[in-house]
Every structure is written in structure tokens, then in C-alpha cells.
């Protein structure tokens, strides 16, 4: 079965200072990876996905990925973090076998310092 | 275009009262995805629905969880005799094809069971 790895629970960064987000997955066929934020109170707003192709995926916000076969990660990053960054991060796996679902992280909750 | 909604946004119902949560997906979209998201458990997979196809109930925690979508269209996911154990978030997601692709989750509800 898949399953999605968030190993920092909670990251506390400054403004203006990189970011880096961790996210490894085991999943046996070619994965399908996401990235979400989910800011209080609200539902889960796409970040990026990488389905195949070019390795690094850029998305919305200055967000993006790296996808890493060998080392089964799909790291989130940002080189200049903003206050509104402040939210709660997740990864997840597209599961395209018999059971379609998305298997998330556990998130990371982002705090911004000013 | 209009997102997904859910309504309420929030519940407070008594244990072993019965509730119901309702979804209303993204116009044209065939799949659509009922997702929970509690402190204890994180988010996790409830049930999933793709156009007329009988819907995977994989993930649905006990026979008191049911699920329906009428029409392709609207779903109502119906909890009978609450436990307060059952206190969490419930997304609803929607997705055009059910295939590997973006999902687009609603702003949730938020069920309290006292």
C-alpha cells in the first residue's frame, strides 16, 4: 500500500528566508505527487503536481518540487518565504489501482515569523 | 467557475444522533471524493464515486458511514448514531475523470459531536 512521509510536524522560518519542506512516499508503480496548503479554517488549495516529465515542477505562490526516484522524496521549496505562507502543508499519492484516492501526510504546519 | 461546496460548514449534533453532510461538486466533473480530517488521524480516505459506477466504500470506518450521490451529481454522506469519536472535518473533493489528475476540495465541514 502507498503511503506518504512528512517527517517535520511543525517549521518555523523567517520572512524572507528559503524553505524547505520534506515529503518522502513509498508507492510501487510510477507515482502521482502533490502538494496542498490548507490555510485555517479553509479546504486544500493545489500547490503543484508532478505526474512525469521534467523533474522539478513549478507552481503557484513561487512554490516548487523536486521529484527524486532514487531517493522516493518530492521536496517542497520556496527561496523567499512571505507571512501569508503561514499554513499547513501536505503531501500526498495519487493511488491509480483499484482504489483511487489520495494518501496524505501527515502535514507540516508552516509559522513565518516577521 | 464555482468550486465545491459543502454545507453546513459546521455541525454540532448529541451523540447517537444521526447527520447528514452534503457536497455539491464542480459542474461536469464524474468523480467525486469524501475525505476526513481528524487531529488523531490526519486526513484519510472515506469513499469515492465515479459517474455511475458503484462507488468504493474501502475506506469507511463502520457500518454507521454511508454515502450517496444522486444524479452524478450532489452526495450526501450520512453518519447515523454519532460517537464522539466521529469529530472531525469532512472534506468533499471532485475531480473531472477519476483518473490521476487534480482533485478540488470544498472548504469542508466542521462536525462537533458532544
Not at chain 1, 53 to 79: C, H, M, W, Y
Not at chain 1, 87 to 94: D, G, Q
Not at chain 2, 77 to 91: G, M
Amino acid at each position: 500500500a502507498q503511503s506518504v512521509t512528512q517527517p517535520d510536524i511543525h517549521i518555523t522560518v523567517s520572512e524572507g528566508a528559503s524553505l524547505e519542506l520534506r515529503c518522502n512516499y513509498s508507492y510501487g508503480a510510477t507515482p502521482y505527487l502533490f502538494w496542498y496548503v490548507q490555510s485555517p479554517g479553509q479546504g486544500l488549495q493545489l500547490l503543484l503536481k508532478y505526474f512525469s516529465g521534467d523533474t522539478l515542477v513549478q507552481g503557484i505562490k513561487g512554490f516548487e518540487a523536486e521529484f527524486k526516484r532514487s531517493q522516493s522524496s518530492f521536496n517542497l521549496r520556496k527561496p523567499s518565504v512571505h507571512w501569508s505562507d503561514a499554513a499547513e502543508y501536505f503531501c500526498a499519492v495519487f493511488s491509480s489501482g483499484s482504489a483511487r484516492q489520495l494518501t496524505f501526510g501527515s502535514g507540516t504546519q508552516l509559522t513565518v515569523l516577521p | 467557475g464555482a468550486g465545491v461546496s459543502q454545507s453546513p460548514s459546521n455541525k454540532v449534533t448529541e451523540k447517537g444522533k444521526d447527520v447528514e453532510l452534503r457536497c455539491d461538486p464542480i459542474s461536469g466533473h464524474t468523480a467525486l471524493y469524501w475525505y476526513r480530517q481528524s487531529l488523531g488521524q490526519g486526513l484519510e480516505f472515506l469513499i469515492y464515486f465515479q459517474g455511475n459506477s458503484a462507488p468504493d466504500k474501502s475506506g469507511l470506518p463502520s457500518d454507521r458511514f454511508s454515502a450517496e450521490r444522486t444524479g452524478g451529481s450532489v452526495s450526501t454522506l450520512t453518519i447515523q448514531r454519532t460517537q464522539q469519536e466521529d469529530s472531525a472535518v469532512y472534506l468533499c473533493a471532485s475531480s473531472p475523470s477519476g483518473r490521476a489528475e487534480t482533485q478540488y476540495f470544498g472548504p469542508g465541514t466542521r462536525l462537533l459531536v458532544l
